[in-house]
């Protein structure tokens, strides 16, 4: 299966980064193609509302920042990773910003599953991140594989890495 994670954590050796990671090991390890992205070094912009996408587009957007890159990644997956830390109850601006700007397509073609992985300094943060991915799973009309979250105490420890492998074992 072809494979994209993108990856919204700015520190680049931080925890949703590493669990990014072991989920990109282990689905390679299982003989599938992974690209990982990590978005949040790139420059991507919210989406305008303006409707250029709908009308004089078909289907492009009409800023050309560094969402131009992952058009054509996300045309071809098979199953989008979402990797974010929880800040605020959310999911992270780096992650949002890719995400509204597929408004100008609607949804990827090709993608089948999603997961999600989430790490944050508290432990009741979740929800409303659970929330938007349940949600965009159902719009999209993709399986929700699941998610596998880690609060301060559960950082790069063995039991998350093997939770990480587990889901990447539903691939």
Same mark, same amino acid.
């Given at each position: &299966? @072809?494979?994209?994670i993108?990856?919204? +954590?700015?520190?680049? @050796?931080?925890?949703?980064a590493w669990?990014a990671?072991e989920?990109?090991k282990a *689905?390679?390890?299982?003989?599938h193609?992974v690209?990982?992205? @990590?978005v949040a070094k790139?420059? /991507?912009t919210?989406c305008?509302? #303006?409707?250029? #996408?709908?009308?004089k587009g078909n289907g *492009? #957007?009409i800023?050309? !920042?560094? &969402?131009?890159?992952?058009y054509?990644l996300? *045309?071809?997956a098979?199953?989008?990773?979402l990797?974010?830390p /929880?800040y605020?109850f959310?999911?992270c601006?780096q /992650?949002? *910003?890719?995400i509204?700007r597929?408004?100008c ?6 993608v089948k599953?999603?997961?999600l992985? &989430?790490? +944050?300094?508290?432990p009741?943060v979740y929800d409303?991140a659970i929330?938007?991915f349940?949600?965009i #799973?159902?719009?999209?009309?993709? !399986?929700?594989?699941?998610y596998?979250?880690?609060? /301060? !105490?559960e950082?790069k420890?063995?039991?998350i ?5 587990a889901?990447?074992?539903?691939l």
């Open positions: &299966m @072809n494979i994209l993108l990856q919204g +954590s700015p520190r680049a @050796n931080g925890n949703t669990m990671e989920f990109k *689905a390679e390890a299982a003989g193609e690209t990982l992205v @990590n790139k420059k /991507i919210g305008l509302a #303006c409707e250029y #996408c709908h009308n *492009a #957007c800023q050309k !920042d560094d &969402m131009q890159e992952l054509p996300m *045309a071809e098979e199953v989008l990773v990797a974010a /929880i605020y959310t999911l601006a /992650i949002q *910003a890719p509204q597929m408004y397509v609607n949804s990827p073609a090709k599953k999603m997961a992985l &989430m790490s +944050s300094y508290s009741s409303g929330a938007e349940r949600d #799973c159902n719009y999209w009309g993709v !399986d929700n594989m699941g596998v979250s880690a609060k /301060i !105490d950082q420890t063995d039991e890495k093997q939770k990480v492998f889901l990447a074992g539903k």
